[in-house]
């Protein structure tokens, strides 16, 4: 079992910055992918980025491609989420989650385990 949690959600104003950071427990050889996804109110749970622990090969959602940025340490236990330029569209529940097997970084069902979440609000 690999627990995840996320820190470094806020409130920013349009055209701010925040980093968001997940910790894992454990570094396991299981972990193929690591993702962040966010959810807003009313709506359903989206890819945002995604980041293969073995080679470093990046996924954005084009919502965020050029804005946002995934990076992992060298321990491969910490991931982040560098976002800058954020619109209030960017409000949401961000989650931290990792795939252990085959699947697709767009697809918050492939993904095993998953953070509690940690909020983005941002304000125009």
């Known amino acids: 079992q690999v627990h995840l949690v996320e820190s470094g959600g806020g409130s920013v104003q349009a055209g701010g910055s925040l980093r968001l950071s997940c910790a894992a427990s454990?570094?396991?050889?299981?972990?193929?992918?690591m993702g962040w996804f966010r959810q807003a109110p009313g709506k359903e749970r989206e890819g945002v980025a995604c980041i293969s622990t073995g080679i470093g090969f990046t996924w954005y959602a084009d919502s965020v491609k050029g804005r946002f940025t995934i990076s992992q340490d060298s321990t491969k236990t910490m991931v982040y989420l560098q976002m800058n330029a954020l619109k209030p569209e960017d409000t949401a529940m961000y989650y931290c989650?990792?795939?252990?097997?085959?699947?697709?970084?767009?697809?918050?069902?492939?993904?095993?385990?998953w953070g509690q979440g940690t909020q983005v609000t941002v304000s125009s």
């Open positions: 454990e570094y396991t050889a299981r972990i193929y992918n």
């Open positions: 989650a990792a795939l252990t097997g085959s699947g697709s970084c767009s697809n918050p069902r492939d993904f095993d385990y």
